[in-house]
Nanobody, 124 residues
Framework: QVQLVESGGGLVQAGGSLRLSCTAS????????MGWFRQAPGKEREFLAA????????YYADSMKGRFAISRDNAKNTVYLQMNSLKPEDTAVYYC?????????????????WGQGTQVTVSS
């Protein structure tokens, strides 16, 4: 089972940008589909974006298209989430996750490994 560690969260003003990173342990990172989710207080975990093993296919929640971009570097065992034009409602804990299939990418139950999360706070 792969272990995931997120980084890059923090406090940013509205309109600003952040790039989150998620680094995986193990030598089989490249076989996994990777996803990003977030969870705000009192809300369910929400799908943001996913990327297939090669990076050739990406998937986004409709509300994130144009503002967020997912990418991966298999040589570094790392997946990224570039977030632009951030809004106060983007405040949440952001999680990366790994899956062995690209079926049901928008569902949390598809993913078998999760990071501990990184806090993103957007001030108005």
């Amino acid at each position: 089972q792969v272990q995931l560690v997120e980084s890059g969260g923090g406090l940013v003003q509205a309109g600003g940008s952040l790039r989150l990173s998620c680094t995986a342990s193990g030598r089989t990172f490249s076989v996994y589909v990777m996803g990003w989710f977030r969870q705000a207080p009192g809300k369910e975990r929400e799908f943001l974006a996913a990327i297939n093993w090669s990076g050739g296919s990406t998937y986004y929640a409709d509300s994130m298209k144009g503002r967020f971009a997912i990418s991966r570097d298999n040589a570094k065992n790392t997946v990224y989430l570039q977030m632009n034009s951030l809004k106060p409602e983007d405040t949440a804990v952001y999680y990366c996750a790994a899956a062995r299939t690209d079926w049901g990418l928008r569902k949390t139950e598809t993913y078998h490994s999760w990071g501990q999360g990184t806090q993103v706070t957007v001030s108005s």
